[in-house]
Structure formats: structure tokens, C-alpha cells
């Protein structure tokens, strides 16, 4: 019997010996993410570009047609440069004819002259008639306003010539020409448009419905498309009352908090508009686990390469991403790939990929 004993014994110390110890769990690898905290919600991007803010849309002032251009877009000009010219022959004749009538009317009034003085004279000696004097001293104010006129036409046709110039009032940058060499042209029409680049200001179209709704507080960050490294803030100006018929759009001018050179009139810009809202953390739904009813991550202990899970609240979903109230914290990292195949204590290996 107690052989039998020994022997039970021993078979079952050697069955015990003969059973595998349970393997680990896999090292898994994974895709991680810090957790961040977003302060600012992005209400959408447009493309725009830097304008002046003050424009001036010059034209001759008087008709004629265009015989020369003397400059091209993109120059600069001091104040008083020569931009164009007109056909100067119509004011020519036109001074002309208006200096040979000022001759004429000063022939006239000289010969008033001699002749009421001559009637003065007579008067004075007791031989003349006071109804002559009379007369040759209307006739003397009357040539003495002719002449007047004639002067007055004579400055006149002056100015209509000095007109054939387009010239600036003010330095600026030439953006845009409306007409060109031989163009027949009308007094006032617009020819040029010269920008006063001391000012410049982000200009950009906004979606009627985003215009009626723009948050007092709105910040812009205004960008270039082709450096987007310079960059700056900036507020709304003005908004046009109106939205254009076709797009549907409502042009805004936008005030810069700085002007980096680089910003030179026309460049395109990238306009980024956001608001200030309550701190709030972004997730992608990747990282979320649905578990009886629950919602929860992973988080990942980067000192011992092992994750935990933890429950989180979520308030909305959308698109690829979800917001959660509670149950993480900023700067916290956490698993967005892989977390259907986690454990907890779980060894996991960082992907060299994953965002730091």
C-alpha cells in the first residue's frame, strides 16, 4: 500500500514537471499620441491677398487719346511723376485761338482807352458832349470786362493743356492700367490705379452665412501661401454690406498686427480664422475602445512601456475625431493604433513613427 502511495506520488510530481509555463504576453507595437488641449476652434481657411489699403483711381481731365505710357505696373513713382500723356493738339488749338482773341480784345480796349480820354479831354475844355463821354466810358468797361474773359480763356486753355499730363498727387505703386497707348479716352475715366503701399491690409472672401456670424473676439492668423513661416494676426477692418451674387461671398479687410516685408502688395496669403473657447481635448476615434457600454483609452507609461486602460466621457463625434470631457489630461500619451489587442500591464513597443 505504501508503494503504491510513493509511486501516485511520484507520478504526479513528473505530470507536474511535464506542464509548460504559461508564455507572456506579446510585446505589441503601437502608434501613440500626447494628449493636447485646444483652447482655439478653427472656423475655416481662405486664400486671400495683401492690398493697400488706400487706392486712388486716376484719369485724365480732360477728353483726348492716349499717345504715350510711361510706365508699367509694379513701378513706383514719387509724387509728381509723368504717367501718361494725351495727343496734345486739340488743347493747342484751343490756346491758340484763345491767345489770338486776348490779342484782339487788347487792341480793343487799348483803342477804349485812347478814346475816353481823348472824350475826358474834350469834356474837360467845355467842348464835348456829356452823351459821348458817357459812351466812351461804357465802351472802355465794356471792352475792360471782354478782356477780363479773354485773359480767363487764355488760363483756361492753359490748364486743358497742362491736363494732357496725367501726373500723381501723391507716391505710390502703379497695380493696375485701364487703358492703353491710342485708346480714345472721356474726361474722368479711370486709367490707372496707383496704391499707397505705407498701409497694407489682408483682404479675403468669407461665406455670407460665416460673415453674418463672426465671433466679436476673432482672430486671424494671416500667413504667406508660399513661406508660411511669415505670418501675423490680425482683426476685421470692415466687411462689405453685401454679398456678391454670383459666389455668394462678402469681401473683408482685415488690419494687421504687423507688416513683415515679406508681405509686399499682391502676395497670396493663407488666412486661418479661430475663436477662444473653453479648453478642450481632441482624440482620434482610433484611440477609443467601446467595452460594455463603456467608452475608454489607453494610456501608455513611457518609462515602462506598459499601458493601462482608463474610461473617458465622450461628447461628440465627428468625422475621424472625438471630444472628451474627463478622464485624460493634457500631456498625458495614449495608444491610437492597436488598442483592440491590449491588455492591461501590456508591454507595448513605441513606433518610431508616433508623434511625440
Same mark, same amino acid.
Given at each position: 500500500m505504501k508503494r503504491l502511495i510513493v509511486m501516485l506520488a511520484a507520478g504526479l510530481a513528473l505530470a507536474a514537471c511535464s506542464k509548460e509555463e504559461p508564455a507572456p504576453d506579446p510585446v505589441r507595437p503601437v502608434l501613440s499620441m500626447q494628449v493636447k488641449a485646444e483652447d482655439q476652434e478653427n472656423l475655416g481657411r481662405f486664400a486671400g491677398t495683401i492690398q493697400a489699403r488706400y487706392e486712388s483711381n486716376l484719369g485724365f481731365r480732360v477728353p483726348g487719346r492716349i499717345a504715350r505710357r510711361l510706365v508699367d505696373v509694379g513701378a513706383e513713382v514719387e509724387k509728381g511723376a509723368l504717367l501718361a500723356v494725351l495727343d496734345p493738339t486739340d488743347q493747342q488749338n484751343q490756346l491758340r485761338a484763345a491767345q489770338g482773341d486776348l490779342a484782339r480784345v487788347q487792341a480793343q480796349f487799348i483803342n477804349a482807352q485812347a478814346n475816353a480820354r481823348r472824350q475826358q479831354e474834350l469834356f474837360n475844355r467845355g467842348v464835348g458832349a456829356q452823351?459821348?463821354?458817357?459812351?466812351?466810358?461804357?465802351?472802355?468797361?465794356?471792352?475792360?470786362?471782354?478782356?477780363?474773359?479773354?485773359?480767363?480763356?487764355?488760363?483756361?486753355?492753359?490748364?486743358?493743356?497742362?491736363?494732357?499730363?496725367?501726373?500723381?498727387?501723391?507716391?505710390?505703386?502703379? @497695380? &493696375?492700367?485701364?487703358?492703353?497707348?491710342?485708346?480714345? =479716352? %472721356? #474726361?474722368? /475715366?479711370? *486709367?490707372?490705379?496707383?496704391? +499707397?503701399?505705407?498701409?497694407?491690409?489682408?483682404?479675403?472672401?468669407?461665406?455670407?452665412?460665416?460673415?453674418?456670424?463672426l465671433p466679436p473676439d476673432g482672430v486671424f492668423l494671416v500667413a504667406g501661401q508660399l513661406d508660411p513661416?511669415?505670418?501675423?494676426?490680425?482683426?476685421?477692418?470692415?466687411?462689405?454690406?453685401?454679398?456678391?451674387?454670383?459666389?455668394?461671398?462678402?469681401?473683408?479687410?482685415?488690419?494687421?498686427?504687423?507688416?513683415?516685408?515679406?508681405?509686399?502688395?499682391?502676395?497670396?496669403?493663407?488666412?486661418?480664422?479661430? @475663436? &477662444?473657447?473653453?479648453?478642450?481635448?481632441?482624440?482620434? =476615434? %482610433? #484611440?477609443? /475602445?467601446? *467595452?460594455?457600454?463603456?467608452? +475608454?483609452?489607453?494610456?501608455?507609461?513611457?518609462?515602462?512601456?506598459?499601458?493601462?486602460?482608463?474610461?473617458v466621457t465622450v461628447i461628440s463625434r465627428e468625422g475621424g475625431s472625438a471630444l472628451v470631457n474627463g478622464g485624460v489630461k493634457a500631456g498625458e500619451r495614449i495608444v491610437t493604433a492597436g488598442v483592440n489587442s491590449l491588455k492591461p500591464g501590456q508591454k507595448v513597443k513605441i513606433d518610431e513613427d508616433s508623434p511625440r
Open positions: 452823351a459821348q463821354l458817357d459812351v466812351a466810358l461804357t465802351d472802355l468797361k465794356t471792352t475792360q470786362a471782354s478782356l477780363d474773359q479773354a485773359k480767363a480763356s487764355v488760363n483756361q486753355a492753359k490748364d486743358q493743356l497742362n491736363y494732357a499730363e496725367l501726373r500723381t498727387d501723391h507716391a505710390g505703386i502703379v @497695380t &493696375a492700367w485701364n487703358a492703353e497707348a491710342g485708346q480714345v =479716352v %472721356s #474726361a474722368g /475715366q479711370q *486709367v490707372v490705379t496707383l496704391a +499707397r503701399p505705407d498701409i497694407k491690409e489682408a483682404v479675403i472672401d468669407l461665406p455670407a452665412s460665416l460673415a453674418e456670424r513661416s511669415v505670418h501675423t494676426t490680425a482683426t476685421v477692418r470692415e466687411i462689405e454690406p453685401q454679398a456678391q451674387s454670383a459666389t455668394r461671398t462678402r469681401r473683408a479687410r482685415l488690419t494687421l498686427a504687423e507688416t513683415p516685408p515679406a508681405f509686399r502688395l499682391g502676395t497670396a496669403i493663407s488666412v486661418t480664422l479661430s @475663436t &477662444a473657447i473653453t479648453p478642450r481635448i481632441e482624440l482620434p =476615434v %482610433s #484611440a477609443l /475602445q467601446d *467595452v460594455d457600454g463603456k467608452t +475608454r483609452i489607453w494610456l501608455l507609461d513611457t518609462q515602462t512601456q506598459t499601458v493601462q486602460p482608463r474610461d
